[in-house]
């Protein structure tokens, strides 16, 4: 199903919890590493794998949004669109960010190289509005600094 490294990293990743479920989140990691966002087929596989049904892998998926069921963008632009963030803006900059990119808030540029999504709370809340680009946050965020942010990811 993966790759020879990422079979050893899933069996490494399983081995460390006494119950196989409990790995559920790395190792839909390891899928979206693997095809680029979770596929049918990940999701059947690791339910066999993590003796779990299928349906409950797949509200797993759908629960986080760190996790994608369509092809994604190389970097996954996240706006916060919780209150604290609302309030500070970003509403306008995720708006901003969208006319910049010519890429509807869910979908991803025609060059598949970002995709745009506005999700609830970072956990930064005292530092809105906060953008997630991948694994990065940046908190304070402008439309200043995102057009500099998007320009050196170009
Ligand atoms: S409200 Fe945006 S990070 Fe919490």
Do not use: W
């Amino acid at each position: 199903m993966y790759t020879e490294s990422n079979e050893k990293k899933l069996d490494e990743i399983i081995s460390h919890y006494p119950v196989k479920r409990s790995a559920i989140l790395p190792a839909l990691y390891i899928a979206q590493d693997e095809h680029g966002h979770v596929t049918d087929d990940d999701i059947r596989y690791l339910a066999k794998r993590l003796d779990m049904r299928v349906n409950e892998v797949e509200e797993v998926v759908t629960f986080y949004s760190m996790y994608s069921r369509k092809p994604i963008g190389k970097y996954k632009l996240q706006v916060c669109r919780t209150l604290s963030c609302m309030l500070q803006g970003a509403e306008q900059i995720t708006e901003h960010i969208s006319h910049k990119l010519g890429c509807e808030i869910g979908g991803t540029t025609p060059d598949g190289k970002f995709t745009l999504q506005e999700v609830e709370c970072l956990g930064y809340c005292d530092l809105a509005p906060c953008l997630q680009v991948n694994f990065d946050y940046h908190e304070k965020i402008s439309t200043e600094s995102v057009d500099q942010l998007i320009d050196s990811l170009k």
